[in-house]
């Protein structure tokens, strides 16, 4: 959708500072991986430590999003979303290949949707670090163990209807042919839910093996249709 209110369409806008943001991830051995979401509005210059960023940080502000359990694959995928529920802010898509599931993981996969705004995901930004599951508005998940749905893309706004859309993709779902889930935007999408039971179109290679789902990005309008 149109509306993002500052940087190009679909910039996310994941922070208190007005400015786009930068978002890069760690996967610590031994440890649950995060995601760092850099905040814009300062220019950023040499070799910056990761953990050195904070909300409260004199030179780079930020908050780190982390796994619950040390088998999580936090941010396996990242992107830009659009603005799914259009509020005028760009929003951000973070996929996991390993979820957490009660005491341990699976590898369903998911996608979990977090709205931009002058609060980024209803969060104050008071702490370093807050854990996804926490601040995500919106969770897809994976039909199954070892369907790993973790790709994703925002696509624009495909229907025209002031929201943008989503696909979702996993490389071992539809029984290994792989399958991506294109999901419409609304106001009101929120919880958790399976892909396979909110996608108004899906698509799938014909045979086991073929990999559909294995990635996505936004094409533009490349026939100048409107």
């Known amino acids: 959708s149109s509306g993002t209110r500052s940087g ?11 400015s786009p943001t930068v978002m890069v991830t760690a996967q610590v051995p031994g440890g649950a991986p ?5 905040f814009g509005g300062t220019t950023l210059a040499g070799t910056i430590p990761l953990a050195d960023i904070s909300p409260t ?4 502000r930020g908050v780190r999003l982390t796994g619950t359990l040390a088998g999580e694959r936090v ?14 802010y760009g929003d951000v898509l973070i996929g996991q290949a390993t979820i957490a599931v009660g005491a341990t993981t699976s590898t369903a996969g998911s996608v979990s949707v977090l709205y931009g705004g002058p609060t980024f995901a209803s969060t ?12 995500a508005a919106y969770v897809l998940q994976g039909s199954g163990d070892a369907t790993v749905l973790d790709n994703c893309a925002g696509v624009g706004d495909l229907d025209h209807d002031g929201f943008g859309e989503i696909v979702v993709g996993s490389i071992a779902g539809a029984g290994s042919k792989g399958i991506f889930y294109l999901v419409y935007g609304s106001g009101s999408l929120s919880g ?5 039971t909110v996608a108004s179109a899906s698509f799938v290679s014909r045979t086991a093996g073929y990999g559909a789902g294995a990635a996505a ?3 533009g309008d490349v026939n100048g249709d409107g």
């Open 8 to 18: 190009s369409p679909g910039t996310s806008q994941a922070s208190p500072t007005g």
């Open 34 to 38: 995060s995601v760092t979401n850099v």
């Open 57 to 60: 940080s004199s030179t780079v």
């Open 75 to 88: 941010a396996s995928h990242l992107a830009e979303a659009g603005d799914i529920n259009g509020d005028g």
């Open 124 to 135: 104050d930004f008071s702490a370093a670090s807050h854990a996804l599951a926490s601040v």
């Open 192 to 196: 958790t839910v399976a892909a396979s």
């Open 217 to 219: 990005a936004a094409a």
